[in-house]
Every structure is written in structure tokens, then in C-alpha cells.
């Protein structure tokens, strides 16, 4: 059987080489004048110092959940624990370190036209892409040959596991948030003095939060959204490879079961590479288009390839038995496997009609700009709580086709599908940043027209492609949160088997449990939100200082202080990000203890699973309406600036101005940060379970 993991190691590799690839083919390519890269120049280095020191931080309290796993539940706990973290850690780290070498290059590619500038932006992305699937399912993989090899009991394997993914987690929700409240810090402070107050475009190099704005995408979108699928990935395999250990009893069939989340991440890393290389753009040059042809071609290979290793390990006809004796066929897998492709490409879809400038939500809420800044909120605010409708009935239809073919092990492999596509969805999103930092340059760098409408096309598709792998992460964390609390309900039972834990909405512990779990992604939201406004806050005070102190910078005879900005939003987001990045860890165990203490054990664990729940619930729909609004109340102010209902520096650019400044810290910082903190509440539960059999 350990033969079988010699498929997602190669594939692991092969990811990784040609990430490797990727890097020297796009850092070989010209980085356009000495202007250009100075200014490249300092946000590789602003981006470089935010990250060193968040994660100088991260380490801090890294080294302290390691030796706490390490005392509670052993050395191997411990050390899946250091797996998962470095991984995610390093992931983002690299992406980032490509991204601002990319920008630049992108800049100058788009003066020969939008093919080269698109070919480099996007391969740019896939490096991101390519390490995220690559180093994820090669640590878990290895990992999990060595704890097998070892001989270890399966309970303190998926221990080691679960902490893995815990490690992967804590990484992402301090990069996700971190670099999220710096980013729209940046872009908010940017924003009210710079356009609104001193009448400057976007990106004008006399702003002195641009260089800072520039870094922000960069930590926010490239490294905090690897980090964040990073550890979606890792979860929802993991996940998967719990409920095959838990609902099989034949050990022959469960190992398979076990396998079979690995194998379908494996073959689809090979179908994601080929599916990069059909991003082309057509004779229409329609850049999501091209974008979406790469997407395409990756699925329906996938389909293809995950049903050829469904046949040969598991078989069309073949019937397993789960524990209570429902059974179903190979194909019933296979078919759940389609169910989490088909949800990921519509849910693209919904979410681009949501975003894109070309459907009626955003041209609603630039519309309503005409008559005013409370009226473009009002119209955000509406889109925002409609783009959650349809999106939900969707992830709700695939939750139910799933589990009726293969129960709560259908729904992880649903998952584990949809999962499958990261290393495509990365690249798209990692696509983003960099078109984003080449637009800011290109004005920076007082860059022909010409290549300014290049890079704004690249960057406006940049701002729908950004938003669709947001809703593609959230869905992802329903299916995979639903995964986790049945292998937390399981484990219960478990670990003590004396406590029937039951979850009935007569029992007033699950009410309690629902109504705590459904608060903390409000609570959460509201501690990064204040935290975005305090950053923001910081730099309008700082950037209406050097317009007063130094005069020269609104003549263009003299620089502002970039560098002072960057290192205000550095501070501001590394203490800001602690408090809300800690909640979902710590609030599972104050609830279980005060629950145990108030009540007894079983209540305490009912509390406690149903908390879970809650989470999942308002947490969906609360991250799903501030991503796509967020993106709507964007793309609003740009379908405005090219030239509709005014213009740039009419009233209704204005008020699309405020309701983008608004969506900022909707879209880039709460909303995805909601997505690790939905599993990262679970995967914790689940550690504390173990800790808590080894003392009650």
C-alpha cells in the first residue's frame, strides 16, 4: 500500500520544479528603466521588513504552541505542528518575493502590449500557485509515510495530522489578518487624503502612503491568501483522511479511504499545470477569457484524471460499507468528486456576476453614485447581503448530493475536488497584486498612457479574479468545517466514551453553543475593521503631516517620506493582528470550562460542538456578502472611471471613492480572514479534545 504515496510525492515535486521553473523564466525577463525600478525597489523592501518582522512574531508564539503540543500530546504532535507552520510560512514567503519581482516586469512588458504584460502576470501567480498544492500534499504526504512507518497507533497519527493543519492555520489567520489591515490601512489612508482631500489620482508617486499601498497588496493578497489556501488545502485533505479512518471499519478499505483525498490532490496538480498553459488571450483579447480558459481546461482534466484513479484504486461497481451499514459504490465517490468541481466553477461564476463591471450589481451600486456618497452605500450594502443568496443555495445543493451519495465521506471528498483546482485558483488570485503594483508603477514612473490602460484593463479583471478565490476559500471552509465537526462529534465518542454527545435544538447547550459560535465571527470582524480604521487613521494623520511640513512634494520638487509610512502600518498591523488572531483559539476552551464548571462535562462538550456550528453559519454568509461587496463597491468606482456616469472627478466618482474606501477593509481584510478563522476554531477544537482525554 505505501507504494501508492509514491503518486502524490511525484506530483508534489513535479509542482515544485516547475514553480522553480516558472521563477527563472519570469525574473529573466527586463525590469524597464532606472525610474521603474527604484520604485520597485522600495516596495520589495517595505515588503520585506513587514514580513520579517510578522513573522519574527508568528515565531514567538509558534515556539509556544509547539512546546505546549509538544508536553501535552508528544513530539510528533509537536513536530506536525512545526511541519504545517514552516510550510505555510515559507509558501507565502516565496510567492511574496515573486510577486514584487514581478511587478515591474509586468510594467514593462505592457509597453510592447496586454499579451506579454498578461503571460507575466500570470505565471507570476502560478509560482504561488504551484508551491501552494506542491509543498502542502509533499509535507503531508511525507509526514504521514513516516508516522505509518513508525508504527504508531492510527489515534496519534491523525493527532500528528491534525496538527499539521493547526500549524498551517495559526500561519494564515495572523498572515491573512496582519497583512490585510496593513494593506487597507495603505489604501484607506492613501484614499481620504490623497484623492479626496489633495485631488491626486491613484498611485500619483506625491502620495506619500503610495509605496506603502503597493506593499500592502503584495502581504495582503500574494502572501495572505497563499497562507490562507495553504492551510484550506491541508485541512480539508486532512479532514477527509479523518472521516476515512473514522466511518470504515475493514482496514483494507479504510487505508484506501485514507489515500484516496491524497490521490485526487495529486493527479490534479498535474492537470493545473497543464491548464496553465491555455491562458491565452483570443482575438477578442478578453483577459478573463484567457484566464477562465486556463480554469476550464483544468477541471475537465480533473474530472478526468480523478476518475481514472477512482476506477483503479476504488473501483466503479464496488460497494463499501460505512459504519452503520449504508454503502455505496466507487462511483458514488466519483460523482461527489464532480458535485465539488461543479459548485467551484459555478461558485466563480456567481461571484464574477457579483464583481465584474459587466453585470447589473455593480453597475447598480455605480448608478446609485449619481445621487450621492449615502446612496452608493445603501446599494453596496444591498449587494453585499444579495451575493450571499445564491452562492449558499449552491454550497447547500452540494452538501446534499454529496451526502446522499456517500454520506459525510461524500462531503470530503467533495471538499478534497474542490481543493484540488488551488494550485489554479492561487495563480489566479496571486495574478492580482501584481497587475495591481505594475498600474502603480507604470504611474509612478510617468509612463506612457498607453501602458497605464494596459495595466488598469489587467488590474480591473486583477480586482474580479481576487474576489472569485475569496467565495472559492469560503465555500471551501463550509464543506470542509461540516467534515471537521463530524470528525469532532466522532472523536468525542472516542476519546470519552462514557459521554453521549447529543446536538438537539431542545437542548438549551446547543442553543448556548450556536448563539457563541455565531457571535465570534462579529466580533472578529469588528476587532479587524477598528483595527483597519485605527491603521487608516495613522496614515492620513502622517500623510497630512508631510504635505504641510514639506511643500516641495505637492510641487513634484521634492519626495515625500515613503518609508515612514510603511513603517507605520508595519507597527500598527503586527499589534493589531494578536487579539483577533488568538479569539478563535482561545474561545472553544473558555466556553468548554465554563460550561464544565457552571454544568458538567457532557454539556460542557454539546456547548462546545455546537459552537463549531455557529461559527460555520453566520461566518459563511458574514465573509461571502463583505468579499463580493467589497469587490462590487470597487469595480463600481473603476466602471465609473472608465469614462461612465461622469467620469474620474465627477459626483458620482466621488461618492464610488467613499463606497470603495468603505469595501476596502470589507474585502481584503475581514471578509478572507473569516475563512481561516472558521476552520482554525475547529482544527483547535479538536487539539483541545485530545489534551482534555489526557486529563478529565
Not at 527604484?38 to 520579517?52: C, D, F, M, R, V
Not at 505555510?88 to 510567492?95: A, D, N, Q, V
Not at 474580479?464 to 461540516?482: H, M, Q
Request: with cysteine.
Amino acid at each position: 500500500m505505501l507504494n501508492l504515496y509514491i503518486l502524490p510525492i511525484v506530483c508534489s515535486l513535479v509542482a515544485i520544479i516547475y514553480g522553480c521553473f516558472l521563477i527563472y523564466l519570469v525574473l529573466s525577463k527586463p525590469t524597464g528603466t532606472d525610474k521603474m525600478q527604484k520604485i520597485a525597489s522600495a516596495i520589495q523592501q517595505g515588503a520585506n521588513a513587514y514580513l520579517n518582522r510578522q513573522y519574527k512574531m508568528i515565531t514567538l508564539v509558534g515556539v509556544f504552541v509547539f512546546l505546549l503540543l509538544s508536553w501535552q500530546l508528544g513530539i510528533l504532535v509537536g513536530i506536525g505542528f512545526l511541519i504545517g507552520a514552516v510550510l505555510s510560512g515559507t509558501t507565502g514567503y516565496i510567492g511574496m518575493n515573486v510577486s514584487v519581482r514581478s511587478n515591474v516586469r509586468v510594467a514593462h512588458a505592457a509597453k510592447k502590449g496586454i499579451g506579454p504584460a498578461l503571460t507575466i502576470a500570470f505565471r507570476s501567480g502560478s509560482i504561488t500557485g504551484m508551491l501552494v498544492v506542491g509543498l502542502a500534499l509533499l509535507g503531508l504526504t511525507i509526514y504521514y509515510v513516516i508516522l505509518q512507518a513508525i508504527d504508531l497507533p492510527q489515534k496519534s497519527i491523525l493527532e500528528a495530522l491534525i496538527a499539521l493543519s493547526f500549524g498551517a492555520s495559526l500561519i494564515s489567520i495572523f498572515a491573512r489578518l496582519g497583512g490585510g489591515i496593513f494593506t487597507k490601512g495603505a489604501d484607506v489612508g492613501a484614499d481620504l487624503v490623497g484623492k479626496i482631500e489633495a485631488g491626486i489620482p491613484e498611485d500619483d508617486p506625491r502620495n506619500p502612503a503610495v509605496i506603502a499601498d503597493n506593499v500592502g497588496d503584495n502581504v495582503g493578497d500574494c502572501a495572505g491568501m497563499a497562507a490562507d489556501l495553504f492551510e484550506t488545502y491541508l485541512v480539508t485533505i486532512v479532514g477527509t483522511i479523518l472521516l476515512g479512518s473514522i466511518f470504515f471499519k475493514d482496514p483494507a478499505t479504510s487505508s484506501k479511504m485514507m489515500y484516496y483525498p491524497l490521490a485526487i490532490g495529486a493527479v490534479s496538480i498535474i492537470t493545473s499545470i497543464i491548464g496553465t498553459f491555455f491562458v491565452k488571450l483570443g482575438k477578442n483579447q478578453n483577459i478573463m477569457g484567457a484566464l477562465y480558459k486556463g480554469f476550464v481546461t483544468t477541471a475537465i482534466l480533473s474530472v478526468i484524471a480523478i476518475g481514472i484513479v477512482t476506477y483503479f484504486l476504488l473501483g466503479f461497481k464496488s460497494t463499501y460499507h460505512v459504519i452503520d451499514e449504508i454503502s455505496f459504490s466507487g462511483l458514488n465517490l466519483f460523482y461527489c468528486a464532480i458535485t465539488g468541481l461543479v459548485v467551484t466553477g459555478l461558485l466563480m461564476w456567481l461571484t464574477e456576476y457579483y464583481t465584474s463591471t459587466k453585470y447589473s450589481p455593480v453597475k447598480s451600486i455605480a448608478q446609485a453614485s449619481t445621487t450621492g456618497h449615502a446612496t452608493n452605500i445603501i446599494q453596496g450594502l444591498a449587494v453585499s447581503m444579495k451575493a450571499t443568496v445564491l452562492p449558499v443555495i449552491v454550497i447547500s445543493a452540494g452538501i446534499l448530493i454529496s451526502y446522499l451519495n456517500a454520506e459525510l465521506y461524500g462531503v470530503g471528498v467533495a471538499a478534497s475536488a474542490m481543493l484540488s483546482l488551488a494550485g489554479m485558483i492561487v495563480a489566479l488570485d496571486s495574478y492580482g497584486p501584481v497587475t495591481d503594483n505594475a498600474g502603480g508603477i507604470a504611474q509612478m514612473a510617468g509612463l506612457d498612457k498607453d501602458v497605464r490602460k494596459i495595466t488598469d484593463a489587467l488590474d480591473a479583471v486583477g480586482n474580479t479574479t481576487k474576489a472569485v478565490t475569496k467565495g472559492y476559500a469560503i465555500a471551501s471552509a463550509g464543506f470542509g468545517a461540516l467534515v471537521l465537526f463530524s470528525a469532532f462529534v466522532e472523536d468525542v465518542s472516542n476519546y470519552f466514551p462514557d459521554i453521549a454527545c447529543k446536538f438537539s435544538l431542545q437542548d438549551p447547550y446547543v442553543i448556548i453553543g450556536l448563539f457563541m459560535g455565531g457571535l465570534l465571527p462579529y466580533l472578529f470582524g469588528a476587532l479587524g475593521m477598528t483595527a483597519v480604521g485605527r491603521a487608516a487613521a495613522a496614515i492620513v494623520t502622517e500623510v497630512r503631516r508631510q504635505f504641510k511640513e514639506i511643500p516641495g512634494i505637492m510641487k513634484g520638487t521634492e519626495l515625500p517620506e515613503y518609508g515612514t509610512a510603511v513603517d507605520i502600518l508595519t507597527k500598527s498591523a503586527i499589534k493589531e493582528m494578536i487579539v483577533p488572531s488568538l479569539l478563535p483559539v482561545l474561545a472553544p476552551i473558555v466556553v468548554f470550562f465554563v460550561i464544565y464548571f457552571i454544568v458538567d462535562i457532557t454539556a460542557a462538550f454539546v456547548t462546545m460542538g455546537s459552537l463549531l456550528l455557529g461559527t460555520v453559519v453566520t461566518g459563511l454568509f458574514l465573509a461571502l456578502s463583505m468579499t463580493s461587496g467589497g469587490g462590487a463597491w470597487d469595480n463600481a468606482k473603476k466602471y465609473i472611471e472608465d469614462g461612465h456616469l461622469g467620469g474620474k472627478g465627477s459626483d458620482a466618482h466621488k461618492a464610488a471613492i467613499t463606497g470603495d474606501t468603505v469595501g476596502d477593509p470589507y474585502k481584503d481584510t475581514v471578509g478572507p480572514a473569516i475563512n481561516p478563522m472558521i476552520k482554525i476554531v475547529t482544527i483547535a477544537s479538536l487539539l483541545i479534545l485530545a489534551i482534555l482525554s489526557k486529563t478529565f
